[in-house]
């Protein structure tokens, strides 16, 4: 897509949104939308998706994108996603769509119990998707594939 950003194999989209077990109850945080794709399959399977993008215009080219297909549970947010939607907080489900060290605690603290967070993590020069469940104060880490993302940076960008 523009801007030097990529999208994700329909596989892929598929296994992180598989891997949210989502429900119509659910209210999802999606760091960087990119190009709309991943945030619009979202859309269709929770009740509210809030999602953070840094790259100003490829936000304006995925609200086209949901407005034209009439997707209003989809509320959006030009911005720098590592600093998470407090405003919104607690979510139920966060999804990362960019490759990222670590998860921050923050987003630990602003998931529901039982909640789930799915992200590429970056290990030394490999990018292995996880799977984070919250049970009480314990999380629970699953790996689900190698990947490969572009890299979650911080900052926003016209």
């Known amino acids: 897509i523009d801007r030097e950003q990529t999208i994700s194999q329909p596989y892929i989209v598929a296994l992180m949104t598989q891997s949210l077990n989502l429900s119509k109850k659910h209210k999802v945080l999606e760091i960087g939308t990119g190009s709309g794709y991943q945030t ?4 269709f399977l929770s009740r509210r998706v809030y999602t953070i993008e840094r790259i100003k215009s490829l936000l304006f080219g995925a609200e086209k994108i949901f407005k034209k297909l009439k997707l209003t549970n989809i509320v959006t947010k030009h911005g720098d996603g590592n600093f998470g939607w407090p405003e919104q907080y607690p979510f139920d489900r966060i999804i990362f769509t960019a490759a990222t060290v670590d998860i921050p605690e ?3 603290k602003c998931l529901k119990n039982e909640g789930i967070i799915v992200a590429p ?7 292995i998707l996880k799977k984070f469940i919250k049970i009480n104060d314990k999380i629970e880490i699953e790996k689900l ?5 572009v890299p979650n940076l911080t ?3 016209d």
Not at 121 to 127: A, D
Not at 145 to 149: H, M, R
Request: net charge positive; no cysteine; proline share 0%.
């Open 106 to 108: 923050k987003f630990f």
């Open 155 to 157: 900052g926003i960008k």
């Open 145 to 149: 594939s190698d990947v490969l993302f």
């Open 121 to 127: 993590i970056i290990r030394g020069t490999k990018q």
């Open 40 to 43: 619009s399959v979202l859309s």
